[in-house]
């Protein structure tokens, strides 16, 4: 069996690690070791850490940045129900998968501090799903499909805060389960529209 290329070897060490110990636990020597490569070979392809932890989000996570992107440059195609259902069903799968590597950043203050900072140096962050579902909301605004006085950044921070929480909160009820995605991202979409849809 022929081996994999040492940038997706990486980003597979990365991921399991991240997923099995979290980011502020795994070290870039761990990555590398896993990954059967040197650590100058991960520097070979991935700047830092936090670069690594970003490609891991967008290219081993459900993305969401592709839809929204598509759905600003096309205002109206499709229903509003069926483009929100989509994002939340991907956000909630996003979170989900997302939720275990970042959440040991928010045990150490410093970390996540710094964790910060290099996100807001590379242009990333988790703000950003937030302005892209806002921009595709003020675009169906233009085109007369969202009410011309609904709070468009409200309407987004409140669908993804919606599925963030699905992530984690739900793993305390009395279940112990999480809604099935699906069935949680079609409620959420019929809810947030009976708010803003003209």
């Known amino acids: 069996m ?33 990954a059967d490569c040197s650590e100058a070979a ?6 830092s850490k936090e670069d ?6 967008t290219e081993r996570l459900p993305q969401l940045t592709p839809l929204l992107s598509s759905l600003v440059a096309e ?24 939720f275990p590597i970042a959440a040991s950043l928010y045990a150490e203050t410093q970390l996540k501090r710094r964790h910060d900072d290099a996100m807001r140096e590379i242009g990333a962050g988790p703000h950003r799903p937030i302005e892209g579902l806002d921009a595709y909301l003020r675009a169906e605004q233009a085109v007369g499909r969202v009410r011309p006085d609904a709070d468009t950044f409200a309407a987004a921070s409140l669908l993804l805060g919606a599925c963030a929480q699905r992530a984690f909160a739900y793993e305390a009820t009395a279940e112990g389960v999480r809604p099935p995605v699906d069935e949680f991202a079609a409620r959420l979409a019929r809810t947030l529209l009976a708010g803003i849809a003209d």
């Open 75 to 98: 205002p109206g195609r499709g229903t509003l129900t069926e483009n929100l259902t989509e994002i939340a069903r991907r956000a909630a799968l996003f979170y989900e998968q997302s």
């Open 52 to 57: 690594l932890f970003i490609r891991v989000l």
């Open 2 to 34: 022929e081996k994999k290329p040492a940038r997706v070897r990486l980003l597979d060490a990365a991921h399991e690690l991240m997923l099995t110990v979290g980011l502020a636990r795994t070290t870039t020597k761990e990555i590398a070791k896993a």
């Open 42 to 47: 991960l520097y070979k392809y991935f700047d």
